[in-house]
């Protein structure tokens, strides 16, 4: 499970399919740009825990995209893939603001553990253990507790739960959700939403205590009540 939003920027197809798949097998949403363009604009546009950056890309070269993504979004992490292996290459990236770097080839396993580190360093202490009520979900064990009883969720479900603790108290529109959840190829008009919405609640089943409320034709919300 994993609540995280990734954007993958690279122009190889290959590799671009092999980390899509093994990041989205590891529980992270994953948006795809395989120019320097359409990379550089979902990256200011959208929102995202973590980039991973191609450094040598058409249109926009990886290393404007991180200037650039440093001028607005200062504390978004983003590590770096390149082919150059020169120790003064590698100090240049770090100085311009990348978190980290992997040189090509590179294990898959090396990249996800970079990952997980760098999540781990940015999340917030008070982040760490998201409570409303009798609920509990911890992001870095990835577990989930109602009244003391663990809820198994799906990834997918892990992440919708944890975004709307996060804004308890608020009503979150279902376009928020698809923008914030899923990935930009989702489709915006299917019921997935509201399927995992009824998949949540009948897990954690509580018949005298509304956990999810809806808001006609505005959206969902996670009210505390404690």
């Given at each position: 499970m994993n609540s995280m939003k990734i954007l993958l920027i690279e122009d190889d197809l290959e590799?671009?399919?092999?980390?899509?798949?093994?990041?989205?097998?590891?529980?992270?949403?994953?948006?795809i740009a395989t120019d320097g363009e359409k990379g550089r604009f979902l990256a200011l546009t959208n929102n995202y825990n973590l980039i991973i950056?191609?450094?040598?890309?058409?249109?926009?070269?990886?290393?404007q995209i991180l200037k650039d993504v440093?001028?607005?979004?200062?504390?978004?992490?983003?590590?770096?893939?390149?082919?150059?292996?020169?120790v003064n290459d590698k100090v240049d990236l770090l100085n311009s603001g990348a978190d980290d770097y992997l040189t090509k080839p590179f294990a898959m396993s090396e990249l996800l553990a970079r990952i997980k580190s760098i999540l781990r360093r940015?999340?917030?202490?008070?982040?760490?253990?998201?409570?409303?009520?009798?609920?509990?979900?911890?992001?870095?064990?990835?577990?989930?507790?109602?009244?003391?009883?663990?809820?198994?969720?799906?990834?997918?479900?892990?992440?919708?739960?944890?975004?709307?603790?996060?804004?308890?108290?608020?009503?979150?529109?279902?376009?928020?959700?698809?923008?914030n959840v899923w990935d930009f190829n989702a489709d915006p008009?299917?019921?997935?939403?509201?399927?995992?919405?009824m998949r949540i609640r009948q897990k954690?089943?509580?018949?005298?205590?509304?956990?999810?409320?809806t808001s006609s034709n505005r959206g969902y919300k996670i009210v505390d009540e404690s």
């Open positions: 590799i671009t399919r092999i980390l899509s798949l093994s990041l989205k097998a590891a529980g992270y949403t994953v948006d950056l191609d450094y040598n890309l058409p249109t926009t070269n990886g290393d440093r001028a607005e979004k200062k504390d978004l992490p983003v590590i770096m893939l390149t082919v150059r292996s020169e940015q999340m917030k202490d008070e982040e760490k253990i998201l409570k409303v009520g009798d609920l509990e979900l911890d992001m870095e064990a990835l577990t989930v507790k109602y009244k003391n009883r663990d809820v198994d969720l799906t990834s997918k479900e892990f992440s919708l739960l944890a975004y709307l603790m996060k804004n308890k108290n608020k009503i979150i529109s279902r376009q928020t959700i698809m923008d008009f299917s019921n997935t939403v509201e399927v995992h919405v954690i089943n509580d018949k005298k205590k509304k956990i999810i409320f």
